[in-house]
């Protein structure tokens, strides 16, 4: 391998560096996203929520959960929670529900995404199951409530950080998604069992 580096003109091996760091780069740049997103979903960075199965202890100490909706700019959904704020034992499972309405006369697809604050509640913060984990579709003029399972965990109070918590913010935010083609495939089908 030196005597290939050696045997290289100088404008040659500049030109063949540059191309390796530029792919490097790409590399770097590909594997960005996803690294982050793992990074975040291990330590509960950003406000990003943990998944789980349940907890095996509940306490008698509460924390006030409060649900928030949005939705993008361009998107034409109604988006709600149906209730604002829940009053939850640590480790206990709650269930929320969210409302959705598509008021267009069109399918539209959605996908949302979410966090926690404050957001050294994330990692305490776990979705057993949730709508958010689901590429959505609404019919034209159809309204859904959409549930989210989950609990706090009770490990909270022992984090120095998080355990001052009393109020966690569960907060959603709707963006438009492609129609894929099982959901054309899906709205086929439906279409075919209103005409039988």
């Given at each position: 391998?030196?005597?290939?580096?050696?045997?290289?003109?100088?404008k040659?091996?500049?030109?063949?560096q540059?191309?390796?760091?530029?792919?490097?780069?790409?590399?770097?740049?590909?594997?960005a996203?996803?690294?982050?997103?793992?990074?975040?979903?291990?330590?509960?960075?950003?406000?990003?929520?943990?998944?789980?199965?349940?907890?095996?202890?509940?306490?008698?100490?509460?924390?006030?959960?409060?649900?928030?909706?949005?939705?993008?700019?361009?998107?034409?959904?109604?988006?709600?929670?149906?209730?604002?704020?829940?009053?939850?034992?640590?480790?206990?499972?709650?269930?929320?529900?969210?409302?959705a309405?598509?008021?267009?006369?069109?399918?539209?697809?959605?996908?949302?995404?979410?966090?926690?604050?404050?957001?050294?509640?994330?990692?305490?913060?776990?979705?057993?199951?949730?709508?958010?984990?689901?590429?959505?579709?609404?019919?034209?003029?159809?309204?859904?409530?959409?549930?989210?399972?989950?609990?706090?965990?009770?490990?909270?109070?022992?984090?120095?950080?998080?355990?001052g918590?009393?109020?966690?913010?569960?907060?959603?935010?709707?963006?438009?998604?492609p129609?894929?083609?099982?959901?054309?495939?899906?709205?086929?089908?439906?279409a075919?069992?209103?005409?039988?």
């Open positions: 391998m030196i005597g290939f580096w050696n045997r290289l003109e100088g040659h091996r500049t030109a063949l540059a191309s390796a760091v530029v792919a490097f780069m790409a590399g770097m740049g590909w594997a996203v996803p690294l982050y997103d793992l990074f975040c979903r291990v330590t509960g960075y950003g406000g990003t929520t943990q998944v789980g199965t349940g907890s095996d202890r509940v306490l008698d100490q509460t924390i006030r959960v409060r649900f928030d909706a949005s939705k993008a700019r361009d998107f034409p959904w109604e988006f709600r929670p149906v209730e604002r704020t829940m009053e939850i034992r640590l480790g206990e499972t709650g269930i929320a529900f969210y409302e309405y598509n008021p267009t006369d069109e399918p539209v697809a959605g996908t949302a995404s979410y966090n926690v604050t404050p957001y050294d509640a994330g990692l305490y913060f776990t979705k057993i199951d949730c709508f958010c984990f689901q590429h959505q579709v609404l019919q034209p003029g159809e309204r859904v409530e959409m549930p989210v399972t989950f609990y706090v965990d009770p490990d909270i109070l022992d984090d120095r950080e998080a355990r918590t009393h109020t966690i913010t569960l907060s959603y935010t709707f963006h438009r998604a129609l894929r083609p099982e959901d054309l495939a899906a709205l086929d089908e439906d075919d069992k209103q005409t039988n």
